[in-house]
């Protein structure tokens, strides 16, 4: 299968696929490569919380601004907390968090909108970003799904929100799970086994996402698990795209929080509609 994410420029990958949905749909997730951050976090972090000089990071957004054509004023940023939380955001809910962390907005893992000129944009060392388009009902999404946000199935949350808030029914959404560390380089214990456990269960998933490697120790596939929830809130199987990227094994491309144990850099996902 053709990974979905295609570099284009050194510092990031886009979906090219969705234009021919929505063309001017502008969707990607960067690359560790590019920007101005050294050490721990060359170069090109885009974490504004990560002990990196903000200097650096405030530079290393306006370069990706300056790239995607895309104006800070115009993105949403969220401090994100590992939760199911999820904003729709209005014209007035951009520009904050961009350049300062505080701004944020507060305690949310997920975004959607129906604005154009509005970039939805959150930061990841190993967790999965999931984008969200129902091209018909201009409506576009993200969410950050590392294990905890994946057995709170924030996943399955924004399609619900989308049929009750926005009319729009699971199958008339795309999605696509971006690069993200794979079953090779993630493992897990019983503790977060047994939380996935509950939720495949209580969605009646009989699919498993995870292999037990040892005693007490699993390899989890995460993307597999999101795309599980995926299927099961709806989404037809060829509307989904799945990025082949694991964040740990790329070194040269992504950061990993994993890999790199906790001092690292973050990436970004963006998803927006442009004006034409
Ligand atoms: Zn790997």
């Given at each position: 299968m053709k990974e979905p994410f295609q570099m284009q420029t050194d510092a990031i990958t886009f979906l090219q696929d969705w234009n021919n949905l929505s063309p001017n749909i502008l969707a990607g997730f960067t690359t560790k490569r590019g920007g101005t951050s050294s050490g721990a976090f060359t170069s090109n972090n885009l974490g504004l919380h990560v002990n990196d000089t903000n200097l650096n990071v405030k530079e290393n957004r306006r370069l990706l601004a300056d790239l995607l054509q895309f104006p800070l004023e115009n993105w949403a940023c969220a401090e994100q907390v590992h939760e199911d939380h999820i904003v729709k955001i209005s014209k007035d809910l951009t520009g904050y968090g961009t350049l300062n962390y505080q701004d944020s907005i507060k305690g949310t893992d997920g975004f959607y909108t129906t604005e154009t000129n509005t970039l939805l944009a959150l930061c990841y060392a190993d967790c999965v970003p999931i984008y969200y388009m129902a091209p018909e009902h201009h409506t576009i999404g993200i969410a950050h799904a590392g294990w905890k946000g994946s057995v709170k199935n924030i996943a399955g949350k924004m399609v619900e929100l989308w049929k009750i808030?926005?009319?729009?029914?699971?199958?008339e959404i795309y999605a696509a799970i971006g690069p993200s560390i794979g079953p090779c380089c993630y493992m897990v214990d019983d503790r977060v086994i047994k939380e996935v456990n509950d939720i495949l269960s209580s969605s009646q998933i009989s699919n498993s996402p995870y292999e037990k490697v040892s005693h007490d120790q699993y390899s989890l596939d995460l993307k597999k698990l999101n795309l599980l929830l995926l299927l099961n809130a709806g989404i037809d199987r060829a509307n989904i795209l799945v990025s082949q990227y694991c964040t740990s094994c790329e070194k040269s491309l992504f950061f990993s929080h994993r890999r790199d144990n906790g001092k690292t850099g973050r990436m970004l996902s963006f998803i927006g509609f442009k004006n034409t």
């Open positions: 808030n926005e009319s729009i029914p699971s199958t």
